[in-house]
């Protein structure tokens, strides 16, 4: 399920360049895993492919799609709108991976009811009627480590049980609710184990890896679990 996404970016890139079809040690070259590895993967989706032939690479971007949940957009609000949340807010790359933002929500005063692009902030209070009307599917948390917590609480109260938590906290969240965690300062660190370990002389330092994981797992992750 992880690699998934990986596949799934690989393949939109390898169809912009108008490739019809790729063969499973090239796709398995560009996403830096093993060609077996990518043929068993594959085969869970049903794709076998044609020997001599390869993958129909169109078909390939279909069927990960769907079995990501990406044929129809979520709805997501971000909760939290200092810095972080602003920038988020703006990134129009959420949008066009079938993420749009549908809802900024804030609890403080001074921010509640301006714009921020093209969304009026509201109020955390609101976020119940925001679930409703706007079909939030998931929420971002991007507020400091204090109030990230009743946010969580808020967003299950709400029905919105897909969480990714950007605040530098471990949340608790119910066993319905999948929670995925971005920490910056964990991704730094393990960088800097492999850049040690090339300036020690001990090998090639290069590491390849995601902040959050490419995908929700199998089961809600907690936010103490360590992304590597």
């Known amino acids: 399920m992880a690699r998934l996404p990986v596949y799934l970016r690989t393949l939109v ?14 796709l398995a070259e560009l996403a830096g895993v093993n060609a077996a590895k990518v043929r068993k993967d594959l085969s869970y989706l049903g794709s076998y ?3 001599g032939v390869g993958y129909d690479v169109e078909y390939l971007l279909f069927q990960m799609s769907r079995e990501l949940g990406l044929t129809k957009d979520w709805p997501v609000a971000i909760v939290g709108i200092g810095n972080l949340g602003a920038a ?8 066009e ?3 749009p933002v549908a809802a ?3 609890a403080d005063d001074t921010k509640v009811g301006t714009l921020l692009g093209e969304h009026r902030i509201r109020h955390v209070d609101d976020l119940p009627d925001l679930v409703t009307e706007l079909g939030i599917a998931i929420g971002i948390i991007a507020t400091p480590a ?15 049980t897909s969480i ?43 590491v390849t890896t995601t902040t959050t994981g490419p995908a929700p797992p199998a089961r809600p992750l907690d936010a103490s679990e360590p992304v590597a």
């Open 104 to 106: 900024l929500v804030d």
């Open 49 to 51: 492919g044609t020997r």
């Open 164 to 206: 990714l938590n950007f605040a530098p906290t471990v949340l608790n969240v119910p066993p319905e609710a999948s929670l995925r965690k971005v920490d910056l300062a964990l991704e730094l660190q393990i960088l800097s184990f492999y850049r040690q370990r090339g300036d020690n002389g001990e090998g090639p330092a290069a």
């Open 88 to 95: 988020l807010a703006n990134y129009g790359g959420f949008g």
């Open 146 to 160: 204090a109030g990230a917590q009743d946010v969580a609480d808020r967003l299950v109260a709400a029905g919105v």
């Open 97 to 99: 991976r079938g993420f």
């Open 13 to 26: 890139e390898v169809n912009a360049e108008q490739t019809t079809t790729i063969s499973s040690e090239r």
